[in-house]
């Protein structure tokens, strides 16, 4: 990663209209992923097999929702409020990919592991191809979430070393698998202005390289596990575009739950600690 800024890094005043419109996209995938991905997470609270496992996923969790405010955070530069970024947002505007919106099957950890693998394994790349970007606010930010994913790579690492240490656990987790991949390659897939994030330096590496340089990580890492890492030319993907906002059904209950309390709350009235007698 590179400690000195480009010397065509481009401030937020300096954007032209084609340009915000290029680098909000990149921000919002970037943060929607985040977001939904630790929401899902946090499912597991209490339910995690240990309680260390507890607490790293808990502790994942909130790295997750921290690095989706690092991005939300330059929207709001940007000129957006919390509330439309998040809270009163039309779900069908999210661009979150596939797999971070797929509920976990009840009571399967492998899963969890697995697609915090595939995931994380991703975040590593898609971070890396953004420390060198052209746009200044973004590149100073990097670093940080960087640093964090590392942990969330070797916890799944070890995860997945003890369930498939026999022959019933690789039988778990290749169904895992099997399950995971088709909604893993959405994360890979482009959105509207994807040409242009590349062309104005927002991102340094196409999805196509990004996707092949995953697909070669995470393929041995997995086959070195007794895995049978699916064809991805082969698979049948799932319904729906992610990058261009239509999602599964799973999304739209998550998303419900999520803002249910936002919109229960009147926000235009103080909270009260108790009732006062007039």
């Known amino acids: 990663m590179s400690e000195t800024p480009r010397s065509d890094a481009i401030d937020r005043r300096e954007l032209s209209a084609e340009q915000q419109a290029a680098v909000e996209e990149l921000l919002f995938r970037l943060a929607d992923d985040e977001f939904v991905h630790a929401e899902r997470l946090t499912e597991w609270q209490i339910y995690a097999p240990t309680l260390e496992s507890d607490l790293a996923i808990a502790n994942i969790a909130q ?39 797929r509920p976990f ?33 973004l590149a100073d930010r990097v670093g940080k979430a960087l640093e964090e994913e590392a942990y969330h790579r070797e916890h799944a690492t070890n995860w997945l ?68 890492v699916p064809d991805p030319d082969q698979v049948a993907r799932p319904n729906g575009r992610g990058r261009y906002g239509t999602h599964t059904d799973a999304w739209h209950d998550l998303y419900d739950e999520f803002t249910a309390t936002y919109r229960e709350v009147d926000f235009e009235t103080p909270a009260q600690l108790r009732a006062t007698e007039e």
């Open 161 to 228: 070393e003890r369930l498939t240490a026999d022959d019933d656990g690789r039988a778990r987790m290749q169904d895992a698998l099997d399950e995971l991949f088709p909604a893993a390659l959405s994360l890979f897939d482009p959105g509207p202005r994807e040409d242009d994030i590349v062309a104005f330096g927002f991102r340094t590496e196409s999805l196509a390289a990004m996707r092949t340089e995953w697909l070669e990580t995470i393929g041995p890492a997995l086959e070195a596990l007794g895995l049978d």
């Open 105 to 137: 099957d009840a009571g399967d950890w492998g899963d969890a592991v697995l697609r915090g693998y595939l995931y994380d394994a991703a975040e590593r790349i898609r971070l890396e191809a953004v420390a060198d970007t052209s746009y200044a606010p």
């Open 63 to 101: 790295d997750e929702f921290g690095h989706a405010r690092l991005w939300y955070d330059l929207l709001k530069q940007l000129g957006y409020t919390e509330p439309e970024c998040l809270w009163e947002r039309d779900p069908t505007e999210w661009t979150h990919s596939l797999l971070v919106e």
